[in-house]
C-alpha cells in the first residue's frame, strides 16, 4: 500500500510541476538552449508529442509509468516528459466522465529552467 501511495505522490509532480513556466503554444527554437544538441532534442520531443496526440506510440521517449485515476500515462524523454491525462472525472446517471489532455514539461538539456505546456480539455 505504501509502495503505491509513494508512486501516486511522485506521479502528481510530473503531472503539474510547480516550478515550471507554464507556455502558451509549443515550445519553440526560441526557447531552448542555443547548442545544437538542445535543438536535436526539442525536434525529438515534439516528434513524440505528435505522436501520443494521434494515439501512436512515441519513437525516442519511454513508456514511464501509468496512473490508477482512469489511465493517465506518462513517458520520459531525453530532456523532456510527456503526460497523457486521461483521468475520472466523475459519474453521472451511470456514466463516467472523463479529463483528457496531453502535456510537456521540458528540462535540462534542452532548457536551462523548465518549460511546461499543455493541451488541456476534452480531445475526443
Given at each position: 500500500?505504501?509502495t503505491?501511495?509513494?508512486?501516486?505522490?511522485?506521479?502528481?509532480g510530473?503531472?503539474?510541476?510547480?516550478?515550471?513556466?507554464?507556455?502558451?503554444?509549443?515550445?519553440?527554437?526560441?526557447?531552448?538552449?542555443?547548442?545544437?544538441?538542445a535543438?536535436?532534442?526539442?525536434?525529438?520531443?515534439?516528434?513524440?508529442?505528435?505522436?501520443?496526440?494521434?494515439d501512436?506510440?512515441?519513437?525516442?521517449a519511454k513508456?514511464?509509468?501509468?496512473?490508477?485515476?482512469?489511465?493517465?500515462?506518462?513517458?520520459?524523454?531525453?530532456?523532456?516528459?510527456?503526460?497523457?491525462?486521461?483521468?475520472i472525472?466523475?459519474?453521472?446517471?451511470?456514466?463516467?466522465?472523463?479529463?483528457?489532455?496531453l502535456?510537456?514539461?521540458?528540462?535540462?538539456?534542452?532548457?536551462?529552467?523548465?518549460?511546461?505546456?499543455?493541451?488541456?480539455?476534452?480531445r475526443?
Amino acid at each position: 500500500m505504501l509502495t503505491r501511495i509513494v508512486i501516486l505522490l511522485l506521479s502528481c509532480g510530473a503531472l503539474y510541476p510547480t516550478e515550471a513556466t507554464r507556455l502558451r503554444a509549443f515550445p519553440t527554437e526560441r526557447d531552448v538552449l542555443p547548442a545544437r544538441k538542445a535543438h536535436e532534442l526539442l525536434q525529438f520531443a515534439r516528434t513524440d508529442f505528435e505522436l501520443i496526440r494521434h494515439d501512436r506510440q512515441p519513437r525516442y521517449a519511454k513508456f514511464h509509468h501509468m496512473l490508477y485515476d482512469g489511465g493517465t500515462t506518462v513517458y520520459q524523454g531525453r530532456g523532456y516528459t510527456i503526460t497523457r491525462t486521461h483521468r475520472i472525472a466523475g459519474f453521472r446517471h451511470r456514466t463516467a466522465y472523463y479529463e483528457t489532455g496531453l502535456g510537456i514539461t521540458l528540462t535540462q538539456p534542452i532548457t536551462q529552467r523548465d518549460l511546461w505546456y499543455s493541451e488541456d480539455g476534452p480531445r475526443r
